[in-house]
Nanobody
Framework: QVQLVESGGGLVQAGGSLRLSCAAS????????MGWFRQAPGKEREFVAT????????YYADSVKGRFTISRDNAKNTGYLQMNSLKTEDTAVYYC???????????????????WGQGTQVTVSS
């Protein structure tokens, strides 16, 4: 089992930056692809970004491409989401997730992920 805990959320003004962290339990974090998702009030959970097991491949939703950067440090069992040039529409609860560890590819949507964190609130003010 994998336990994930997000941190780093908070209140920031539009145009500002925030860095989210995702701490994973155990010492086998490198087995899993990792993704970030977000959910705003009244909306469906949406894909934000994903990164392969060793960090060699990344993929971003069009809405965040060029502004957000996903990364991971497997030695620290931690994933990150650096968010720059934040917009009010980025306001949401952000979740990190990992897949089952058995995929031959890096999942790009929620059905491809198995373990989820509790979420951290990001609020962007104008």
């Amino acid at each position: 089992q994998v336990q994930l805990v997000e941190s780093g959320g908070g209140l920031v003004q539009a145009g500002g930056s925030l860095r989210l962290s995702c701490a994973a339990s155990g010492r086998t974090f490198s087995r899993y692809a990792m993704g970030w998702f977000r959910q705003a009030p009244g909306k469906e959970r949406e894909f934000v970004a994903t990164i392969s097991r060793t960090g060699g491949w990344t993929y971003y939703a069009d809405s965040v491409k060029g502004r957000f950067t996903i990364s991971r440090d497997n030695a620290k069992n931690t994933g990150y989401l650096q968010m720059n040039s934040l917009k009010t529409e980025d306001t949401a609860v952000y979740y990190c997730a990992t897949d089952s560890g058995g995929n031959a590819f890096t999942p790009r949507s929620a059905p491809g992920y198995e373990y989820w964190g509790q979420g951290t609130q990001v609020t962007v003010s104008s």
